[in-house]
């Protein structure tokens, strides 16, 4: 082989007493696409945040094309050719896409130039096709499409290596080929990418070769073809995994929540669905298919113009969210970062913040240790990785935050339970973790709305499906006759 | 619904509102005091304008990127009274070497703010409250509580106010209002078409995300408020050159004007939002009160600060309320092109 562009030699990282890195060592070569793997909080994130300049590391050295080289700060990376696209999308809300896409450029000039801007970012989403009007506002667009605008604005480099953090967690399987594509693209003109994901089918899709760290450590590096999903999750777990969890069939109970024509003007049309108590109905559908909207009308975050709720056979009409919980609702927002989390606030404090009344004694004063208990339950089921449950939420790594998410909302107990992403950026192992915990709600009554876009985990965990394209219900297909193709035929409009 | 989305901004419907809002006072005003409707009731409130807004769009640099300046005020008096002093002992010094020499000033004033809050890590808000009090008691301390007067200054600088850039009739545009003007266009296109400016947005809009994408926030700050204190000693000059007698309290006060009229003018207080248009409207509202609340007999001077106040409120009010919907509103209309083309 050739000379390694970027080496990472025995990199270790500390933060407090967490040892996020320790002795991490890997090389990236000329035109390999380089997969990352690793449970949550393995440290991934980590290195790539060494690598961009982001945080300093403790020992070891960055050496590129051959040269001891210190990255202070994420410019001087992409003056390097390093660019990445992190974890949790960074966008500013107040600048348009196109702005976004370049506002991090040192090069393009001593002026702006509106048009050119307009039409090589316009350009460049066509590459991705992905139809987003450049122009428009970056305020409210779906984490989907923060997650292509992350995309457009890394390709827009001139990069010689590229870093991607879970770009595909919330992208469904078209956007995700197109994203392949390119990086297939660039690869054959010689860039070196590397990328982390938690699915491993797109791994194997894509990877020349695989590392995987464990704890902040290196395990191993072998040449794709040498590894299967099965060694490669044995080398992150250290043991070996039980296979894909599939919801258990039940006869279901009586109808909870049925939603007739409800439609919302350019939004989505005319949607029609049941949920039983013990069902989990899955929505499927491509990046724009408005699956979210029609979870945010449901629980009063937007207003439906046309159609009619019914809950427990009671007509309804929510409102605002406080509405929808008292009704026995619970929404698991995808966009965790902006509005799942108050990060600077301790686990366990996160976890309770919406039940907090039910841990007030009769004084009305809180009383910790049943709320450290319950977060501490929490964690064990979950398994969210960190020393104690009194740090706070944004020192975890992003697939813990997740897991802080879900538990927060796990514990209000609802009886419909409206699920959007819900295992975004979480390992296989916490993966099966969650849907067996899925499983066990249903198997308790909880009506389950499931949001998702693994197809994998959509098939295996619902009873009814419903696939929505640009805001239409194309089909509602049953656990029996729904297929990984019937859906994505549906998805993408094609009527067999 | 969509194309009207597309050309009109949720802002520019601030500013529409504004510019209602200026002829409403003016009309009311105009009902309530006699003669009012006269060329020297606008001249006047012109004058006015352009000495504020030339430190309200220094202050638009620094909110832009989420900062404040509340030392502006002690700023235009410090240089207020220290270049009419150099020019008291030096008679001969030339019109531009004085306004540079003001601006350098001022400048030097905003980048020692801008190096503790960029290097300090100083939050901008108790920096700048820290200076405001100590750059006025450095020109009380280095004044020898002496004034300067009209009188010793040279000619030109006293006339200077009365220098007309052009008349039609009555209606007579003054020099330093079209100097004020050029200024608002300069930095609203520095803000539109240089990287520098949009970068001002970025970090406002997302601090977090601007650092790291490699903005150069740090400095970004120091630059900010640097200008923003050259141009507050622009306004020092201004200021001496209209009122001739400066006392050490000069322009005392001026930062809650300012600041009003920033977020009356739609500057959002926590970054990423504004422009120097609307910060020049909101300094016409605040000037047309101003000046007009002096000559309407039934409101004492104590309530015209009270009223100022009340009308930041009701701007920050009206921003987070009404903005935020009409945003929201914009928004979904953007996410509906985020489709996937087959
Ligand atoms: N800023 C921080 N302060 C304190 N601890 C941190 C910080 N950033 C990361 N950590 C800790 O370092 C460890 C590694 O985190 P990292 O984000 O690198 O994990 P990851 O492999 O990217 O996981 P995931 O798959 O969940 O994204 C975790 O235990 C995390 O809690
Ligand atoms: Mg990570």
Same mark, same amino acid.
């Given at each position: 082989?050739?000379?390694?562009?970027?080496?990472?030699?025995?990199?270790?990282?500390?933060?407090?007493?967490?040892?996020?890195?320790?002795?991490?060592?890997?090389?990236?070569?000329?035109?390999?696409?380089? *997969? %990352?793997?690793?449970?949550?909080?393995?440290?991934?994130?980590? %290195?790539?945040?060494?690598?961009?300049?982001?945080?300093?590391?403790?020992?070891?050295?960055?050496?590129?094309?051959?040269?001891?080289?210190?990255?202070?700060?994420?410019?001087?990376?992409?003056?390097?050719?390093?660019?990445?696209?992190?974890?949790?999308?960074?966008?500013?809300?107040?600048?348009?896409?196109?702005?976004?896409?370049?506002?991090?450029?040192?090069?393009?000039?001593?002026?702006?130039?509106?048009?050119?801007?307009?039409?090589?970012?316009?350009?460049?989403?066509?590459?991705?096709?992905?139809?987003?009007?450049?122009?428009?506002?970056?305020?409210?667009?779906?984490?989907?499409?923060?997650?292509?605008?992350?995309?457009?604005?890394?390709?827009?480099?001139?990069?010689?290596?590229?870093?991607?953090?879970?770009?595909?967690?919330?992208?469904?399987?078209?956007?995700?080929?197109?994203?392949?594509?390119?990086?297939?693209?660039?690869?054959?003109?010689?860039?070196?990418?590397?990328?982390?994901?938690?699915?491993?089918?797109?791994?194997?899709?894509?990877?020349?070769?695989?590392?995987?760290?464990?704890?902040?450590?290196?395990?191993?590096?072998?040449?794709?073809?040498?590894?299967?999903?099965?060694?490669?999750?044995?080398?992150?777990?250290?043991?070996?995994?039980?296979?894909?969890?599939?919801?258990?069939?039940?006869?279901?109970?009586?109808?909870?929540?049925?939603?007739?024509?409800?439609?919302?003007?350019?939004?989505?049309?005319?949607?029609?669905?049941?949920?039983? *108590?013990?069902?989990?109905?899955?929505?499927?559908?491509?990046?724009?298919?408005?699956?979210?909207?029609?979870? %945010?009308?449901?629980?009063?975050?937007?207003?439906?113009?046309?159609?009619?709720?019914?809950?427990?056979?009671?007509?309804?009409?929510?409102?605002?969210?406080?509405?929808?919980?008292?009704?026995?609702?619970?929404?698991?927002?995808?966009?965790?970062?902006? %509005?799942?989390?108050?990060?600077?606030?301790?686990?366990?404090?996160?976890?309770?913040?919406?039940?907090?009344?039910?841990?007030?004694?009769?004084?009305?004063?809180?009383?910790?240790?049943?709320?450290?208990?319950?977060?501490?339950?929490?964690?064990?089921?979950?398994?969210?990785?960190?020393?104690?449950?009194?740090?706070?939420?944004?020192?975890?790594?992003?697939?813990?935050?997740?897991?802080?998410?879900?538990?927060?909302?796990?514990?209000?107990?609802?009886?419909?339970?409206?699920?959007?992403?819900?295992?975004?950026?979480?390992?296989?192992?916490?993966?099966?973790?969650?849907?067996?915990?899925?499983?066990?709600?249903?198997?308790?009554?909880?009506?389950?709305?499931?949001?998702?876009?693994?197809?994998?985990?959509?098939?295996?965990?619902?009873?009814?499906?419903?696939?929505?394209?640009?805001?239409?219900?194309?089909?509602?297909?049953?656990?029996?006759?729904?297929?990984?193709?019937?859906?994505?035929?549906?998805?993408?409009?094609?009527?067999? | 619904?969509?194309?009207?989305?597309?050309?009109?901004?949720?802002?520019?419907?601030?500013?529409?509102?504004?510019?209602?809002?200026?002829?409403?006072?003016?009309? +009311?005003?105009?009902?309530?005091?006699?003669?009012?409707?006269?060329?020297?009731?606008?001249?006047?409130?012109?004058?006015?304008?352009?000495?504020?807004?030339?430190?309200?769009?220094?202050?638009?640099?620094?909110?832009?990127?989420?900062?404040?300046?509340?030392?502006?005020?002690?700023?235009?008096? +410090?240089?207020?009274?220290?270049?009419?002093?150099?020019?008291?002992?030096?008679?001969?010094?030339?019109?531009?070497?004085?306004?540079?020499?003001?601006?350098?000033?001022?400048?030097?004033?905003?980048?020692?703010?801008?190096?503790?809050?960029?290097?300090?890590?100083?939050?901008?808000?108790?920096?700048?409250?820290?200076?405001?009090?100590?750059?006025?008691?450095?020109?009380?301390? +280095?004044?020898?509580?002496?004034?300067?007067?009209?009188?010793?200054?040279?000619?030109?600088?006293?006339?200077?106010?009365?220098?007309?850039? +052009? @008349?039609?009739?009555?209606?007579?545009?003054?020099?330093?209002?079209?100097?004020?003007?050029?200024?608002?266009?300069?930095?609203?296109?520095?803000?539109?078409? =240089?990287?520098?400016?949009?970068?001002?947005?970025?970090?406002?809009?997302?601090?977090?995300?601007?650092?790291?994408?490699?903005?150069?926030?740090?400095?970004?700050?120091?630059?900010?408020?640097?200008?923003?204190?050259? $141009?507050?000693?622009?306004?020092?000059?201004?200021?001496?050159?209209?009122?001739?007698?400066?006392?050490?309290? @000069?322009?005392?006060?001026?930062?809650?004007?300012?600041?009003?009229?920033?977020?009356?003018?739609?500057?959002?207080?926590?970054?990423?939002?504004?422009?120097?248009?609307?910060?020049?409207?909101?300094?016409? $509202?605040?000037?047309?009160?101003?000046?007009?609340? $002096?000559?309407?007999?039934?409101?004492?001077?104590?309530?015209?600060?009270?009223? =100022?106040?009340? =009308?930041?409120?009701?701007?920050?009010?009206?921003?987070?309320?009404?903005?935020?919907?009409?945003?929201?509103?914009?928004?979904?209309?953007?996410?509906?092109?985020?489709?996937?083309?087959?």
């Amino acid at each position: 082989m050739t000379e390694p562009i970027l080496e990472m030699r025995g990199i270790s990282k500390r933060f407090g007493t967490t040892q996020a890195l320790a002795d991490v060592s890997l090389a990236l070569y000329p035109g390999e696409i380089h *997969a %990352l793997l690793g449970e949550n909080g393995a440290g991934k994130s980590t %290195l790539i945040k060494v690598m961009t300049g982001i945080h300093r590391p403790d020992q070891g050295e960055v050496w590129l094309n051959g040269r001891s080289i210190t990255i202070n700060n994420p410019l001087e990376a992409q003056r390097h050719g390093i660019a990445a696209i992190h974890q949790e999308p960074m966008i500013f809300p107040d600048l348009n896409v196109a702005e976004n896409i370049f506002i991090g450029h040192g090069n393009r000039g001593s002026i702006v130039r509106w048009r050119q801007m307009y039409r090589e970012a316009a350009d460049i989403l066509a590459r991705l096709d992905v139809k987003l009007d450049v122009r428009s506002s970056a305020r409210g667009l779906t984490l989907a499409a923060q997650q292509v605008v992350e995309i457009a604005k890394a390709l827009s480099l001139d990069v010689r290596v590229l870093i991607m953090d879970e770009p595909t967690a919330s992208l469904s399987a078209h956007e995700v080929d197109q994203l392949f594509k390119l990086a297939k693209t660039l690869k054959a003109n010689g860039v070196s990418i590397l990328f982390i994901s938690h699915r491993m089918e797109e791994v194997f899709s894509i990877a020349d070769r695989v590392t995987v760290l464990r704890d902040g450590r290196f395990v191993s590096t072998h040449p794709a073809s040498e590894v299967t999903p099965e060694s490669a999750i044995r080398d992150m777990v250290g043991r070996h995994m039980d296979d894909f969890f599939a919801k258990t069939d039940k006869e279901p109970g009586d109808l909870l929540l049925s939603v007739r024509g409800l439609s919302k003007d350019n939004v989505f049309h005319d949607i029609n669905f049941d949920v039983r *108590a013990g069902e989990v109905v899955g929505f499927a559908g491509l990046v724009g298919s408005r699956r979210t909207d029609v979870a %945010l009308a449901l629980f009063g975050i937007e207003t439906a113009d046309a159609g009619s709720v019914t809950l427990n056979g009671q007509p309804v009409t929510i409102r605002t969210p406080q509405q929808a919980v008292k009704l026995g609702l619970a929404y698991v927002t995808e966009d965790r970062r902006q %509005l799942g989390l108050t990060m600077p606030m301790s686990i366990t404090t996160n976890i309770t913040l919406p039940t907090l009344h039910q841990y007030a004694n009769r004084f009305g004063l809180v009383q910790q240790r049943a709320e450290r208990q319950t977060a501490e339950t929490f964690q064990q089921r979950l398994s969210i990785r960190t020393p104690d449950v009194d740090r706070p939420a944004g020192t975890l790594s992003g697939g813990n935050q997740q897991k802080v998410v879900l538990s927060k909302w796990l514990n209000t107990q609802p009886r419909l339970l409206i699920l959007d992403e819900p295992t975004r950026g979480i390992d296989v192992g916490a993966k099966a973790e969650v849907h067996q915990i899925i499983d066990e709600l249903a198997q308790q009554g909880m009506g389950i709305i499931m949001i998702s876009s693994d197809l994998p985990e959509v098939l295996a965990m619902s009873d009814r499906i419903v696939v929505m394209r640009e805001g239409r219900q194309m089909a509602t297909l049953n656990r029996s006759e729904a297929t990984q193709e019937r859906v994505m035929a549906a998805a993408m409009g094609q009527t067999k | 619904m969509n194309s009207i989305r597309r050309t009109i901004r949720p802002e520019q419907i601030r500013e529409f509102i504004l510019v209602l809002l200026i002829f409403a006072a003016i009309l +009311f005003f105009g009902s309530q005091i006699e003669n009012y409707y006269q060329p020297r009731t606008f001249t006047r409130i012109a004058s006015s304008v352009a000495i504020l807004v030339v430190v309200a769009v220094g202050q638009t640099l620094v909110v832009l990127m989420r900062n404040i300046d509340l030392s502006v005020g002690s700023i235009v008096g +410090f240089t207020a009274y220290f270049v009419g002093r150099a020019i008291v002992n030096n008679p001969e010094l030339s019109p531009l070497s004085i306004v540079l020499l003001a601006m350098l000033m001022g400048g030097i004033l905003g980048l020692v703010n801008g190096i503790i809050i960029a290097y300090g890590r100083v939050p901008a808000i108790i920096t700048t409250l820290g200076t405001l009090a100590i750059y006025r008691s450095l020109l009380v301390q +280095f004044s020898d509580a002496q004034t300067i007067i009209t009188s010793a200054l040279p000619e030109w600088l006293v006339n200077l106010p009365q220098v007309n850039a +052009f @008349a039609i009739g009555e209606w007579e545009l003054k020099l330093i209002v079209l100097i004020a003007l050029v200024i608002v266009v300069i930095f609203q296109l520095v803000v539109t078409y =240089l990287p520098w400016g949009r970068r001002l947005y970025a970090i406002g809009s997302n601090p977090d995300a601007a650092a790291m994408s490699g903005l150069p926030v740090t400095r970004m700050t120091v630059s900010a408020y640097t200008l923003c204190g050259a $141009l507050s000693g622009l306004a020092g000059f201004l200021f001496l050159a209209r009122f001739g007698n400066i006392t050490v309290v @000069a322009a005392q006060g001026m930062e809650l004007q300012v600041v009003a009229a920033v977020v009356v003018g739609g500057i959002n207080i926590f970054g990423g939002t504004g422009s120097m248009f609307g910060a020049l409207l909101g300094t016409v $509202l605040i000037a047309t009160l101003e000046q007009s609340l $002096l000559r309407w007999r039934i409101v004492s001077e104590f309530w015209r600060d009270a009223l =100022l106040g009340l =009308l930041i409120l009701l701007a920050v009010a009206t921003d987070s309320v009404i903005l935020s919907r009409l945003r929201a509103f914009w928004a979904r209309g953007g996410v509906e092109q985020v489709q996937i083309e087959n």
